[in-house]
């Protein structure tokens, strides 16, 4: 059972507005979420992450809210760039252990 | 990507025959992960390690067997490949305490 979700598969923007990315998770014991981004033929790279004792955390263009009590997390990229055209994908880590679960991603187009 | 290096990058085998997946890392990271990427699916973990001869399953471990001999060294084995293993293989290394993960640039292995 999938217990990060990115219910949407994919989403296009226009240059220069806000991206948002959203994300649910179902278990309760996840205090660690991560946003990764991927290139085709790439690995993921590391975005942007947030600690379960923050609501909001900020980086560049890059901003990630936390809602805990909805389990549900977004990802805003303002302003939104080409290069910004990747696969998302959030994932979440249990207060105790070391796994770390990941949504099915979102792929994002910007266009110029 | 921290010094993460898998090996091969792209591999064909048949049904029936062994394959084993490498990954190398630089950075003395004490955890490591075997993941596979398939659509629709995202990343999910296969198998994971704490250290040196300390591994344990991840949620799609079933037909996978993983060795760590050494800090740099994880070794992802599929005893009897099968066609339902055609996929993307993502190895990682880091994701201690509040650290995210840094991933290899996959290794695309396809079983007729």
């Known amino acids: 059972d999938q217990q990060v979700k990115q219910n949407s598969p994919s989403l296009s923007v226009q240059e220069g507005r806000i991206s948002i990315l959203n994300c649910d998770y179902t278990?309760?014991?996840?205090?660690?979420f991560l946003w990764y981004k991927k290139y085709p033929a790439e690995g993921p790279t590391f975005l942007i992450s947030i600690s379960s004792i923050k609501d909001k955390n900020e980086d560049g263009r890059f901003t990630v809210f936390l809602n805990k009590s909805a389990k549900h997390l977004s990802l805003h990229i303002v302003p939104s760039q080409p290069g910004d055209s990747a696969v998302y994908f959030c994932?979440?880590?249990?207060?105790?252990?070391?796994?770390?679960?990941f949504g099915t991603g979102t792929s994002l187009t910007v266009i110029p | 990507d921290a010094g993460i290096t898998q090996s091969p990058r792209h591999k064909v085998t048949e049904t029936g025959t062994p394959v084993t997946l490498r990954c190398h890392q630089t950075?003395?990271?004490?955890?490591m992960y075997w993941y596979r990427q398939d659509p629709g699916h995202g990343l999910r973990l296969i198998h994971y390690s704490y250290g040196v001869k300390d591994t344990d399953k991840g949620e799609v471990s079933d037909g996978y067997s993983v060795s760590r001999s050494k800090t740099e060294d994880f070794l992802l084995t599929l005893e009897s490949a099968t066609s339902s293993q055609t996929s993307v293989y993502f190895c990682?290394?880091?994701?201690?305490?509040?650290?995210?993960?840094?991933f290899g640039p996959g290794t695309r292995l396809t079983v007729l």
């Open positions: 950075e003395n990271h004490r955890y």
């Open positions: 278990n309760s014991m996840f205090d660690y």
């Open positions: 990682a290394a880091g994701g201690q305490v509040w650290d995210e993960q840094f």
């Open positions: 994932a979440a880590r249990p207060r105790t252990g070391n796994q770390f679960y």
